[in-house]
């Protein structure tokens, strides 16, 4: 929802640009009512759900067994400016409580992750726990994390993010390196988040994140 906020916002000015006023205008106002049912339907309380399944049960919810909080509403909250501005801080708090890890130098997707709920989110349960999108850090979502922190002003945090992201940190030593598997010089699609192979990293040399990690930088 935030994202496509973002989007809208990009596109409107286009449209407009063309002369195409009526597509410009049905935008924006599905924009508003889209910002206002997220943050009308969207707040937990300390941080912004992920969704709702078709039965209504919401997903990324303080309640939920698995998956309490997911990193992407709460970067998106920041990044689409639609966020409220004082919620944003606070769940961006949440994140870096709840997810950023600097033991293992991740940031993970979500926590925890999915396993035996009886709910179907999709094809992320279909990878084993703390594997990939399924708790794990998705560097895409992790990136956008550091970003977001940026766009606050708090540089410190954005810092501290950007540091675990970067793969050179993942080598500093034999063992390091030995323990993170991959190469250190080229950003990893994701990193490992639980059990045996958590902060192994995975999928190098294929990931958008990449570009992203230059925007951020």
């Known amino acids: ?15 407009r640009a063309r002369g195409d006023n009526a597509r410009a205008d049905a935008w924006v106002a599905h924009r508003n009512a889209v910002a206002a049912a997220l943050d009308r ?9 992920r969704g709702y399944f078709d039965d209504g049960t919401p997903l990324g919810s303080a309640g939920s067994e698995e998956c309490r909080i997911d990193s992407i509403g709460q970067s998106w909250s920041v990044l689409s400016g639609e966020g409220d501005e004082q919620r ?4 961006m708090d949440a994140v870096m409580a709840e ?3 600097p033991d293992q130098h991740i940031v993970r997707l979500f926590t925890p992750p999915l396993e035996r709920t009886a709910q179907d989110p999709g094809y992320i349960k279909a990878y084993p726990p703390g594997v990939r999108e399924n708790g794990g850090q998705y560097t895409h979502a992790a990136t956008w994390v550091a970003l977001a922190f940026a766009e606050q002003g708090r540089a410190e945090e954005a810092w501290r993010v950007f540091n675990m992201l970067n793969p050179v940190s993942h ?4 063992e390091a390196a030995e323990h993170y598997r991959v190469e250190p010089y080229v950003v990893a699609a994701d990193v490992y ?5 958590l902060g192994r990293g995975d999928w190098t040399w ?4 990449a570009g992203w ?3 951020l930088l």
């Open 1 to 15: 929802g935030w994202f496509l906020c973002a989007t809208i916002d990009a596109f409107a000015p286009l449209a």
């Open 41 to 49: 339907s969207g707040w937990d309380g300390a941080w912004y759900r």
């Open 88 to 91: 944003s801080l606070k769940a």
């Open 99 to 101: 997810l950023v890890d």
């Open 171 to 174: 080598a500093g030593s034999r």
């Open 193 to 197: 988040g639980a059990r045996d192979k």
């Open 206 to 209: 294929y990931t958008g994140s």
């Open 213 to 215: 990690m230059y925007r």
